[in-house]
């Protein structure tokens, strides 16, 4: 027996000999990578630019003796892998300054030798006012517009004008993600924006959770095939740099086309929903808005679209009005009835820069045939080229909350910017834009079947409204219901019952107060824009506007 077990351990010992010299011809040679040089070529650099083009383009090729990869870590907070050693890395910091370039090459068995450069590179692109908008000048915080339609959506990555902005093939209802543990920790997320030592920092703050596309399941370790809501680490600042879009969008001349400014996050950082993407393209910025759009990663043919606000959106129950209070059917043709309906007079501009004279003459308003017409028109009056009308419902009815419906057909013509709104009614003690407006439907002529709903209230008013717009069909040619629903805890902004606009109430905001009814028809102006010198005339047809409480 003992020469058995003698035999046994002889025969362990060679395999064990084998193994190890098995192993060494797999891994060759474990020393560190030598003869480590690193080539930059700044893009456009010249005797009369040394620093480059203004692009702030750099391209780097590294090269080493036995390195099976390379990692490039940057001064201005960035990283990148480089398998290849080659690389091109643009640098965003306005201005011409100077980078530490740090380069490492890795070897078998994870040894590695590192060299440092240093280049001066000149960049000539900056977006102040996005880094602005996004973090106020010290700290912002954004959340997703979750009751907005198509807070998530995704459209074709594609050349097409008519599809490339707009993610037409999934749009997500209102707090559509809310409903399911899979996927309710999206609405979790916190975006944090910030400038640090003049550099803008990104945090997210994803709760604990993060809300995966099935694609990337695998980085959790998952097997679903259907998105979902898996523990991830999100913690640690990110360093974010601007560059210059290169999207398909850019120049097609198309509505709600990219802002031209691309938003790079660093070591992996994501806004929200993770889609193996850091790079996300600003489509529109204000102060308390933004939509953004990011390709999906390993899939060039995707465009994802997401939708964020710094107003954290509050779910409230389901708030509905049926009980009708107030109501105009315009059934009887002739003047609108005067106990419903005043009016404001005159010219000046009305804060806007309009060009119409608002007059109650029947050339402009007239009840007829079922409709009440508010007719624009190419007419010389008291100095102003163009006649029109604005009905008011103040000191005849006022209210605080309920729902407001107005079916209507839209003037057409460049130039014509009808409405249908709500003004606080202590507006001449309470000084707009303090008293609060609610803009339940805006259009121009000029942008033909684009649908905008705003609330004006300090802080956010003009050209910095709370607003979001639809496009719809057949605006002047074809009758649509315009809605809104306003209540304690938010007002809703719907076309033909389709809801594009959500913003919460709180007891901060002026819209909590009395307000009364506005229908006009103004010309031109800061929003109507440029007037077509053809344009004769033309009518907002209104076939009743009706009030629930």
């Known amino acids: 027996m003992k020469t058995i077990v003698n035999k046994i351990l002889v025969t362990l010992s060679l395999l064990l000999v084998f193994s190890c010299q098995e192993e060494d011809n797999v891994f060759g040679d474990l020393s560190a990578p030598t003869n480590l040089t690193v080539q930059a070529t700044v893009v456009g650099a010249s005797t009369v630019n040394p620093n480059g083009d203004g692009s702030g383009v750099v391209n780097f090729v590294a090269t080493a003796t036995n390195a099976i990869s390379y990692k490039y870590v940057f001064s201005d907070g960035t990283t990148a892998n480089a398998p290849s050693g080659q690389l091109q890395k643009r640098f965003t910091q306005p201005g011409t300054n100077e980078y530490t370039i740090t380069v490492t090459a890795s070897g078998k068995g994870g040894v590695s030798t590192t060299t440092t450069l240093t280049l001066q590179v000149r960049s000539d692109f900056t977006d102040a006012e996005a880094v602005q908008f996004l973090t106020g000048g010290s700290q912002k915080s954004w959340y997703w517009s979750a009751s907005e339609p198509g807070h998530l959506g995704v459209g074709p990555n594609s050349t097409d004008a008519t599809q490339n902005y707009y993610p ?16 309710s920790c999206l609405y979790e997320n916190v975006l944090h924006f910030s400038l640090v030592g003049g550099q803008l920092k990104f945090l997210l703050d994803n709760g604990g959770s993060t809300f995966f596309n099935k694609d990337f399941n695998s980085v959790v370790g998952a097997t679903s095939s259907s998105d979902g809501c898996y523990s991830y680490d999100t913690s640690g600042l990110k360093t974010v740099t601007l560059s210059p ?9 198309i509505p709600n086309q990219t802002r031209g400014t691309m938003l790079n996050i660093s070591d992996g950082g994501f806004m929200g929903y993770y889609i193996g993407q ?68 005159g010219a000046g501009g009305w804060g806007n820069g309009e060009a119409q004279y608002y007059t109650n003459s029947s050339n402009n308003v007239i009840v007829q045939g079922g409709s009440l017409k508010i007719t624009a028109k190419a007419q010389n009056l008291s100095g102003s080229n ?15 909350y309920g729902k407001v419906e107005v079916r209507a057909k839209l003037p057409v013509g460049g130039g014509t910017w009808p409405a249908i709104w709500m003004l606080g009614e ?17 259009h121009k002529g000029n942008e033909p079947n684009k649908i905008h709903g705003s609330l004006h209230y300090p802080g956010n008013f003009g050209g910095n409204a709370n607003t979001n717009t639809t ?23 719907y076309v033909d019952n389709v809801l594009f606009h959500t913003v919460a109430n709180s007891g901060s905001l002026p819209f909590n107060a009395n307000f009364f009814l506005i229908l006009n028809v103004a010309m031109g102006g800061n929003f109507g824009g440029t007037i077509d010198p053809a344009f004769s005339q033309s009518a907002m047809e209104v076939d009743y506007v009706r009030v629930y409480q």
């Open 426 to 442: 202590n507006y001449a003690t309470n000084t707009w834009p303090a008293c609060g407006e609610i803009d339940i439907m805006e």
């Open 245 to 253: 879009s290169e999207s398909l969008v850019v120049g097609n001349n």
């Open 386 to 400: 163009y006649t029109s009308a604005r009905l008011k419902s103040e000191n005849k009815f006022e209210f605080k």
């Open 471 to 493: 496009m719809i069909t057949g605006a002047s040619t074809q009758f649509h219901v315009y809605k809104a629903v306003w209540s304690p805890n938010s007002i809703k902004i």
């Open 168 to 183: 037409h093939w999934y749009q997500a209802a209102p707090w559509e993600k809310a409903g399911s543990p899979d996927s």
């Open 278 to 345: 850091s790079s996300y393209e600003i489509m529109s910025i204000t102060n308390n808005r933004m939509v953004v759009r990011a390709v999906m990663g390993g899939n060039p043919a995707l465009a994802w679209y997401h939708t964020f606000t710094t107003i954290q959106p509050v779910q409230d129950p389901i708030t509905d009005y049926t009980n009708l209070v107030w109501s105009d059917e315009f059934n009887t043709d002739g003047a609108p009835d005067t106990v419903k309906w005043g009016y404001d007079i």
